[in-house]
């Protein structure tokens, strides 16, 4: 095991982003040319419930609350989604509800909501696009320009961030590095980023090492660690095994049904891996939340487990 967390675990990134210093210092490097400075933050319930049986609840890594009343959620994605742009708006739109309540009238509405606004770090791309960060928002057809601004979205690629490539790079770019490196990684992290970084981010390197955990703490790193390269092993094994599947189809002359019947085969071992985790944590007494979020199932599979 390295001697510091690796911030791409689920466990981690909570841990260590799960506090105000750094998470400001993060928010406002990012943010404050589009929003202004913030200058406090609360953290809000992660969790949003089902309203029923038939509804998806959704369980959040970090939310919170700033100083003008925007709220703020901070995602980590390692696996990769086909569809996880929807998912990221159907997040964005579940916490929107938290503002609405039943009966409300629009006529009788005297504000707009606050901004809402996600934040969503993918290790892998989402599109073809080069760049390292994708901000989306609500524009006009016509003349592009800005037709509602109470939702925006930012996916961070770390696929495609490249410190070494930037010419004056900025806070915002040393919070990247560090996020996309500490751990495993921590050799390839530029020398210039700890020049650089404010006294947040050198904090939170401090608190990184593993060697500070509490058992109870070192435990729960650890399974995030194999859920992390369990995501990791999959996804490459998904990549590569659909690849060579669509060669072998295409010489063959066979539908793409091939590749596919293949593709469902690994998603099948992917969730007997997730409940393997799943069953490891729910022995070492960690509460069900926690084990939701790590092994990717829902509390719901996780019940029928006990």
Same mark, same amino acid.
């Given at each position: 095991?390295?001697?510091?967390?690796? &911030?791409?675990?689920?466990?981690?990134?909570?841990?260590?982003?799960?506090?105000?210093?750094?998470?400001? $210092?993060?928010?406002?490097?990012?943010?404050?040319?589009?929003?202004?400075?913030?200058?406090?933050?609360?953290?809000?319930?992660?969790?949003?419930?089902?309203?029923?049986?038939?509804?998806?609840?959704?369980?959040?890594?970090?939310?919170?609350?700033?100083?003008?009343?925007?709220?703020?959620?901070?995602?980590? *994605?390692?696996?990769?989604?086909?569809?996880?742009?929807?998912?990221?708006?159907?997040?964005?739109?579940? &916490?929107?509800?938290?503002?609405?309540?039943?009966?409300?009238?629009?006529?009788?509405?005297?504000?707009?909501?606050?901004?809402?606004?996600?934040?969503?770090?993918?290790?892998?791309?989402?599109?073809?696009?080069?760049?390292?960060?994708?901000?989306?928002?609500?524009?006009?057809?016509?003349?592009?320009?800005?037709?509602?601004?109470?939702?925006?979205?930012?996916?961070?690629?770390?696929?495609?961030?490249?410190? *070494?490539?930037?010419?004056?790079?900025?806070?915002?770019?040393?919070?990247?590095?560090?996020?996309?490196?500490?751990?495993?990684?921590?050799?390839?992290?530029?020398?210039?980023?700890?020049?650089?970084?404010?006294?947040?981010?050198?904090? &939170?390197?401090?608190?990184?090492?593993? $060697? #500070? &955990?509490?058992?109870?703490?070192?435990?729960?790193?650890?399974?995030?660690?194999?859920?992390?390269?369990? #995501?990791?092993?999959?996804?490459?094994?998904?990549?590569?095994?659909?690849?060579? #599947?669509?060669?072998?189809?295409?010489?063959?002359?066979?539908?793409?049904?091939?590749?596919?019947?293949?593709?469902?085969?690994?998603? #099948?071992?992917?969730?007997?891996?997730?409940?393997?985790?799943?069953?490891?944590?729910? $022995?070492?007494?960690?509460?069900?939340?926690?084990?939701?979020?790590?092994?990717?199932?829902?509390?719901?599979?996780?019940?029928?487990?006990?």
């Amino acid at each position: 095991m390295n001697q510091y967390i690796d &911030l791409k675990t689920d466990w981690g990134f909570k841990h260590l982003m799960g506090r105000e210093p750094q998470m400001l $210092s993060f928010l406002n490097s990012l943010l404050s040319k589009d929003y202004g400075e913030i200058t406090s933050i609360t953290f809000d319930n992660v969790e949003i419930p089902p309203e029923t049986a038939e509804d998806r609840g959704v369980i959040f890594d970090i939310c919170c609350t700033t100083d003008k009343g925007d709220k703020i959620i901070v995602e980590m *994605q390692n696996y990769s989604h086909k569809f996880f742009k929807t998912r990221a708006n159907f997040y964005l739109c579940r &916490l929107m509800e938290r503002f609405f309540r039943r009966g409300l009238r629009w006529g009788k509405m005297t504000e707009d909501i606050p901004r809402i606004v996600g934040i969503f770090f993918l290790r892998h791309k989402i599109s073809e696009s080069p760049h390292d960060i994708l901000m989306t928002e609500e524009t006009e057809h016509h003349d592009k320009s800005l037709f509602w601004d109470r939702m925006r979205k930012y996916f961070i690629i770390l696929e495609n961030f490249d410190f *070494q490539k930037i010419e004056r790079p900025t806070l915002k770019d040393c919070w990247i590095e560090i996020i996309k490196n500490l751990g495993n990684d921590m050799y390839r992290i530029d020398p210039s980023v700890y020049e650089c970084a404010d006294s947040a981010l050198l904090e &939170l390197i401090e608190k990184a090492k593993v $060697s #500070a &955990l509490t058992d109870d703490e070192l435990v729960r790193y650890e399974a995030g660690l194999k859920a992390l390269e369990d #995501a990791v092993d999959f996804d490459e094994l998904l990549s590569d095994s659909v690849r060579e #599947a669509s060669e072998k189809s295409f010489a063959e002359g066979r539908s793409e049904g091939v590749a596919e019947g293949i593709a469902k085969g690994i998603i #099948a071992g992917k969730t007997q891996n997730q409940i393997e985790t799943a069953k490891r944590m729910l $022995s070492m007494k960690m509460d069900v939340d926690t084990i939701a979020q790590i092994s990717g199932l829902s509390v719901e599979e996780i019940g029928k487990l006990g």
